[in-house]
């Protein structure tokens, strides 16, 4: 089976503080995404991968940096932390062939900005 | 651009009653559709698919029919337990990878 592992599931910090949160995968998948999930809003992606070093603009991407340094590991920033980005982040990754293929998605962090 | 909406929810059924979910989609061409449920505490998981109009996904007793001519892909499940207790999202995607996601509904089912 697919494991999607992000590194912790709550997640306590203040606000102006650099925030990182890791995500790795054990599949070899090419695609990697994170999203924020709010109540009513469904999932929002933010940034994705579908390769090493490469990256692109989410839906809502202002706020959030990401980094893909190795194929397995995809780690979202948040650059200076704020009240507004008090949120479950969902990581998920996926292989590239075809758009049938599904999104394989970790637990989730829940992610507090005080 | 793409879009999804879902019926509002919260939704909360007796055992073995019946379960629809509708789903409409806005988009530019025929993309292919998905349901994927989120167990409390849990991240998501695909629960069916259909890649092309008048396709049928099925798992779990869960079904979903892609009708081109209605832009829908409803959820339906004849007899729900409480272990179907779960967020349901509808989403669809092109040959981008990107989902594009519903706002979710949340089914509670009572004993």
């Known amino acids: 089976d697919v494991k999607v592992t992000q590194s912790s599931r709550y997640l306590v910090k203040r606000t102006g503080e650099k925030v990182f949160l890791e995500c790795v995968q054990d599949m070899d998948h090419e695609n990697m995404f994170w999203y924020r999930q709010d109540p009513g809003l469904g999932l929002r992606l933010i940034y994705f991968?579908?390769?090493?070093?490469?990256?692109e603009k989410g839906d809502i991407p202002e706020g959030y940096s990401v980094s893909r340094e190795k194929k397995e590991r995809f780690s979202l920033i948040l650059e200076s932390a704020s009240t507004n980005q008090t949120s479950m982040y969902l990581c998920?990754?996926?292989?590239?062939?075809?758009?049938?293929?599904?999104?394989?998605f970790g637990d989730g962090t829940r992610l507090s900005i005080l | 651009g793409n879009s999804v909406t879902q019926m509002e929810g919260p939704v909360t059924l007796s055992e073995e009653a019946f379960l629809t979910i509708n789903c409409t989609y806005t988009?530019?061409?025929?993309?292919?559709l998905f349901w994927y449920v989120q167990y409390p505490g849990e991240g998501l998981q695909l629960l069916l698919k259909?890649?092309?109009?008048?396709d049928k996904g099925s798992n779990k007793g869960f079904e979903a029919t892609y009708r081109k001519e209605t832009t829908s892909f409803h959820l339906e499940k004849g007899s729900v337990q409480v272990s179907d207790s779960a967020v349901y999202f509808c989403a669809l995607a092109f040959n981008d990878y990107k989902l594009s996601f519903g706002a979710g509904t949340t089914v509670t089912v009572r004993a």
């Open positions: 998920a990754s996926s292989f590239t062939q075809g758009n049938n293929q599904p999104q394989h």
């Open positions: 259909a890649t092309k109009a008048d």
């Open positions: 988009a530019t061409g025929y993309p292919s």
């Open positions: 991968s579908y390769d090493v070093k490469m990256k």
